[in-house]
């Protein structure tokens, strides 16, 4: 696909945004590195392929929805309970989407190609702004890319148990791949 001008929606029917999450702490072994799904979103990006510096992305994600997806590692498989509890500590505990409920992420400044760009930009969430860094590119019909998100910049404890032993790393990835869809 040629990249074409124009705006693009972005959501779960254009694909998939992910949260990597893996384990740290002396009692890493007993937990599951798991991949997060976010089943709720929406957002845009305008695009010229002339000027990609002009690139502009806007997603807004809703707190609530993420949903594991996968849990790898561990002395024992994930179960759905497992699963819900995570969902759980996570929509209450950790990002207080009662309180919180969107996660935003608006772009300040685009660099490179639509092959390989690198998107500027600033992520709120508890209603904490901090700048974040976006890499990506265009592939296969698809523009796929990440960033790092270090909890703790957002005021985000990572989940503990076993009286510490095991954690959370502080840094998630986020990931996005994405086929893209004309909204005008």
């Known amino acids: ?15 998939r945004l992910l949260l990597r999450t893996s384990r740290s702490g002396v009692g890493r072994k007993v937990g599951h590195d798991l991949t997060i799904e976010v089943t709720r979103w929406s957002g845009e990006a305008v695009v010229d392929p002339a000027d990609p510096a002009s690139l502009s992305v806007n997603v807004d994600a809703q707190a609530d ?5 996968e849990g790898v590692g561990g002395v024992k498989p994930l179960t759905d309970s497992d699963r819900a509890e995570i969902e759980k500590n996570a929509r209450q505990k950790i990002l207080r989407a009662g309180d919180h409920p969107l996660i935003t992420f608006r772009s300040t400044g685009a660099q490179g190609t ?3 760009f690198t998107l500027t930009g600033e992520l709120t969430i508890m209603g904490r702004t901090h700048p974040l860094t976006v890499s990506g590119g265009m592939e296969d019909d698809r523009v796929r890319g990440r960033a790092t998100v ?5 005021g985000i404890k990572p989940y503990s148990a076993l009286l510490g032993a095991l954690k959370l790393a502080d840094e998630a990835e986020v990931e996005f ?8």
Do not use: I, K, N
Request: proline letters at 6%; hydrophobic letters at 35%; glycine letters at 8%.
């Open 1 to 15: 696909m040629a990249l074409r001008t124009g705006t693009y929606a972005l959501g779960p029917e254009s694909g």
């Open 65 to 69: 929805s993420l949903r594991v997806r």
């Open 114 to 116: 639509p092959e390989s």
């Open 150 to 154: 270090v909890q703790t910049q957002w």
């Open 177 to 184: 791949d994405l086929a893209l869809t004309t909204a005008d």
